[in-house]
């Protein structure tokens, strides 16, 4: 079995619910504290050995490439001035030998259109992709989110899903599952539906942002109709996968924010700048003079 070396970040949204602020910025480009949300997102996957970012883009497009490609200019003038020790922070070590690749996504037709877009950069040696939702952030205390998932399928050779639990009001807004367990944090997955109502939600076990699937996917994308939404969905493709593979899911318990709602976004940053040796007791007192 070969390593999981591809990754797909879709980023195309509209981030219409983030306007005015996203009129000109992409949505994933948005900061927590002082990084772009999606590039924490793309440090995750670069942490498990990922060598190829691609992202599924189209009018993000611009401020995306120049952000994770390299900027000479601004590197040399930073020089100039004196602050060369900012370098690291816009060229990371971490980006100089990852690929970054860039698939125009022209029409909005939903998650499993956007997904299935990426076909055309993978080889035969590719035999699973991770996909990473960039809009759900996760902090890990130890191991990453993906990087569990990675294991799992190391483990297993099988697509491996990740899950949280959430409250019945929220599972409307989800991929959910009914599943078997088979350890203390991994099930084996049976059904999984996309947005269903609270009453045909088969269980509390939604799908957060984080896959690695099999490149079998790609098949069981062009088999999908639109979908919840009238979209071509991920989630129905998987269904699909569901009759010829093992598909895996791995319940995550560190901490998950939503930055596609404001309330998730907000909680991310607060929850960052409280993790941030340099401001966290400046933060602190502030919150606390705030509501009291
Ligand atoms: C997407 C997926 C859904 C998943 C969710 C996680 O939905 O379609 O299955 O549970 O991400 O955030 P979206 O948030 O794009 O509506």
Redesign the pocket.
């Known amino acids: 079995m070969k390593q999981v070396t591809k990754a797909i970040l879709p980023v195309a949204g509209l981030g219409t619910r983030f306007l005015p602020a996203t009129k000109a910025i992409p949505k994933e480009m948005l900061p927590i504290i002082d990084k772009p949300l999606l590039q924490y997102a793309v440090e995750e996957a670069i942490d498990i050995g990922v060598k190829e970012i691609i992202f599924i883009t189209s009018h993000a497009k611009k401020a995306i490439k120049k952000h994770f490609l390299q900027n000479k200019d601004l590197e040399e003038s930073l020089l100039r001035h004196g602050k060369g020790e900012y370098i690291q922070s816009i060229n990371p070590e971490k980006f100089k030998d990852i690929k970054f690749t860039f698939v125009d996504q022209n029409e909005q037709k939903g998650?499993g259109h956007a997904i299935s877009l990426a076909e055309k950069c993978l080889t035969e040696e590719d035999e699973a992709i991770a996909i990473l939702?960039p809009?759900?952030l996760f902090i890990a205390d130890g191991k990453s989110c993906l990087q569990t998932l990675a294991d799992l399928y190391n483990e297993t050779s099988s697509s491996v899903i990740a899950i949280n639990e959430v409250a019945d009001e929220k599972l409307p807004?989800?991929?959910v599952i009914d599943a078997t367990k088979i350890s203390d944090s991994t099930y084996e997955i049976h059904e999984i539906i996309?947005?269903p109502t609270i009453e045909e939600a088969p269980s509390n076990l939604?799908?957060?942002?984080r896959y690695i699937l099999t490149s079998a996917i790609f098949s069981s994308l062009k088999k999908i109709l639109p979908g919840s939404g009238g979209e071509l969905?991920?989630?129905d493709a998987i269904r699909d996968l569901l009759n010829s593979e093992k598909v895996i899911a791995s319940s995550y318990k560190g901490a998950k924010f939503?930055c596609?709602s404001k309330q998730g976004y907000v909680e991310a940053t607060i929850s960052l700048a409280l993790a941030n040796k340099d401001i966290n007791k400046d933060i602190l007192k502030s919150i606390q003079a705030l509501i009291s």
């Open positions: 998650l939702l809009d759900d807004n989800y991929g996309e947005k939604a799908v957060c942002g969905q991920l989630t939503d596609g």
